[in-house]
C-alpha cells in the first residue's frame, strides 16, 4: 500500500442524476444480502465478508456458481483495483457486503505498512476518511450504492435493549459513520417475513430521506423501488 489516498474514478457520472446511498444493518440470518440482491437486475457487487457471508446463500450447488459476478476484496490495493474497474453508468447499483470489511480491508494494510504494530489514532482517523473516500468515488460512477453491516445493542446494566445501531465503528471511529449514508435501514425478521425498519423509532437508529412515511416495510427493493430516480430500464 502507498500512502496516496484511494484513487477517485472518473470520468463521472453526469452531475445532474440523483444519487442515493443506503445502509442495511442486522443481525446475522435477517437476510440482508439475499433481500438486496433478489431485486437487481443491473448490479455490481464487492464482497469483503468472505464466501462464508450473505452471498453464501445465493451459491447454485448444481452449477457451483453464482448468478452474477462477485467482486472480493480483502485489502487497500484490492479496493483500488475495484474504484480503477468502475465505468460509470455501467451499473444502476453497486453493493457492498459489508461496509465493515472495507475498514478491515484499509486498517490490514495500514498494519501491514507499520511491520504489524497497532493501529494509532491517527491511523484510524486515515481508515476513517478513506472509506468515506471510498464511498463517495463510488457514487461518482453509480447512482445507487448499497452498503451492509451487522448490528450492535446498547444495553442498560438490567439488560434492557436501549439503542440497537450498525456496527460500523470502533471506540476509535466516530459514532456518525452511520450517517455518511443517505439513508439507514435496520433488518429484522418478524414471524418469517424478512422486515426493513426505515423511520427511526428511538431504540432503533433508522433514518431515510427517500419520503418513506411508513416506519417499517417488506425488506425488498420493490418496496423502495418506486421511492428511487433510477435510469431508466434499472
Known sequence: MTNEPLPTAIPALPAELTRESILIYGASGTHKTRQILSGYP?????????????RKSLFNRKTKTYPFHID???????LQKFLRSLTPGQHTT???????????????????GKGGKSLTLQDWGRVVEDTKMFLTDILQCSPLLIATCYEITEKEAEGEIVRTRPEMDTKKIPLLTPYWFDNVFHAAIIGNSPIWTVR??????????????KDIIPASFESIKEYLMLPPGS
Do not use: H, Q, W, Y
Request: aromatic share 2%; charged share 20%; hydrophobic share 40%.
Open 200 to 213: 427511526n423509532s428511538g431504540k432503533i437508529l433508522a433514518k431515510n430521506r427517500l419520503g418513506i412515511a
Open 72 to 78: 472480493t476484496a480483502t485489502t487497500a490495493p484490492e
Open 42 to 54: 443491473n448490479i455490481r457487487m464487492l464482497d469483503t465478508d468472505g464466501p462464508n457471508g450473505g
Open 94 to 112: 453497486v453493493f457492498i457486503d459489508g461496509i465493515n470489511g472495507v475498514m478491515e480491508c484499509i486498517g490490514k494494510t495500514i498494519r501491514a
